[in-house]
């Protein structure tokens, strides 16, 4: 989409480290100081972003403001892109297990249609992730998300897709399938380029994603 950038930063040091982002940030041709980024708690609650700085307790941030660069952070999370050219809106979401099962993306999505926004000129860009290969979990989780999403594990657990329920909640919002992109790069399976939370526990680095026009 013209003028809009999406960057999503591989393994780089400590980015929670507030010295990193910002030099990220500035490298990829952004004003560090224009950087509004959440305090994510694996919820879905969303928020519209006026003004740069820290927002609290949120994991979905959406703004029309041209001067603001939204990021988030993950490591097995899925960070979802979403940008609309008619309009100027756009936003980051970081889609855990938590948020996608309580629909944070119908949340981001309605928040940018009371901006004005129209589904069929939003693009969606799913990121990478970890995927079904790598995503064993309890019925306490898959019990949350329709079958046709799982297959089956050990025992009891099953191997969800976390990636597929979120392209199936964009499209309930009423976004074109075409309109939606999926990046297939598993963040488990790739220790070399990824890290992982599922993988290196809580040792594990994170990851930013950015967003913002130019």
Not at 21 to 41: C, K, M, N, W
Not at 86 to 100: A, C, P
Not at 163 to 184: A, D, F, M
Request: hydrophobic share 35%; charged share 20%.
């Amino acid at each position: 989409m013209e003028g809009f950038s999406a960057y999503f930063v591989q393994k780089h040091g400590d980015i929670s480290a507030s010295d990193n982002r910002e030099a990220l940030v500035e490298s990829f041709g952004y004003d560090s100081t224009h950087l509004a980024y959440p305090v994510q708690i694996h919820s879905n609650k969303v928020e519209v972003v006026e003004e740069p700085g820290i927002i609290q307790n949120i994991d979905g941030v959406i703004s029309d403001k041209k001067d603001i660069v939204l990021s988030i952070q993950v490591a097995d999370c899925i960070p979802l892109f979403l940008a609309d050219g008619q309009t100027g809106n756009f936003g980051l979401v970081h889609s855990g297990w938590r948020g996608t099962a309580s629909n944070i993306s119908k949340r981001a999505i309605d928040n940018m249609k009371q901006a004005g926004c129209d589904v069929n000129t939003i693009r969606a860009l799913i990121g990478p992730a970890i995927n079904q290969c790598c995503f064993e979990v309890g019925p306490d989780v898959s019990d949350q998300f329709d079958s046709v999403f799982s297959i089956n594990g050990v025992g009891d657990r099953q191997m969800l897709d976390l990636k597929s329920v979120l392209k199936h909640q964009l499209v309930e919002t009423g976004i074109k399938p075409e309109n939606i992109k999926v990046e297939n790069a598993c963040t488990c399976c790739q220790d070399d380029l990824y890290y992982s939370y599922r993988r290196n526990g809580e040792k594990s680095g994170r990851m930013i994603a950015i967003a913002g026009w130019k």
